[in-house]
């Protein structure tokens, strides 16, 4: 175990081993708060990009994990429909409580508790992809099929459609 990791980053990297996969951290000089900046200091494309999203759900107040390629914004009505109830935004406070991580570090993986979580059909175009690991500077490599794997996830048609 990499022990010049942060405390957020080392609980990722527990996390990635307890689920028995072989997958590093990495924490960078530069921020990888936005998908621009992390896909920049990796030297991927965007769209490789997981951006983990918390939503509350407005009548159950339960935490919902959207996974979302990098390239693209959530269409939050799709994602209503996949719940049954509507969307609400989360806050520092929600998300901290329910993930045990800052916004701008929310990995799929390491929860405080287990979210229901939809990840982004897009994301398994990919052979490769990146997600933050705990701390706006750190960041793991791994495939579609480890994501859906540790999230648990559906996958799911979950982003907005461009503008024409």
């Not at 509507?86 to 701008?104: C, N, Q, S, Y």
Request: charged share 20%; aromatic share 4%.
């Amino acid at each position: 175990m990499n022990a010049s990791l942060s405390p957020s980053a080392r609980k990722v990297q527990q996390a990635l081993q307890a689920m028995g996969l072989d997958l590093q951290v990495v924490e960078l000089p530069g921020s990888t708060r936005t998908a621009l900046e992390a896909a920049q200091a990796v030297g991927c494309q965007v769209g490789q990009i997981v951006k983990s999203l918390i939503f509350k759900a407005k009548r159950s107040q339960r935490p919902i994990m959207v996974v979302a390629s990098g390239q693209n914004r959530v269409d939050e009505r799709l994602v209503e429909a996949l719940i049954g109830e509507p969307l609400g935004k989360a806050d520092a406070d929600f998300v901290r409580e329910h993930t045990g991580f800052v916004i701008g570090g929310v990995p799929p993986l390491g929860h405080t508790e287990r979210l229901d979580t939809y990840i982004d059909e897009d994301l398994l175009q990919y052979d490769e992809i990146w997600a933050a690991a705990g701390t706006p500077h750190a960041v793991f490599s791994l495939t579609p099929g480890d994501l859906v794997q540790m999230t648990g996830g559906k996958v799911a048609s979950i982003k907005q459609a461009s503008a024409q």
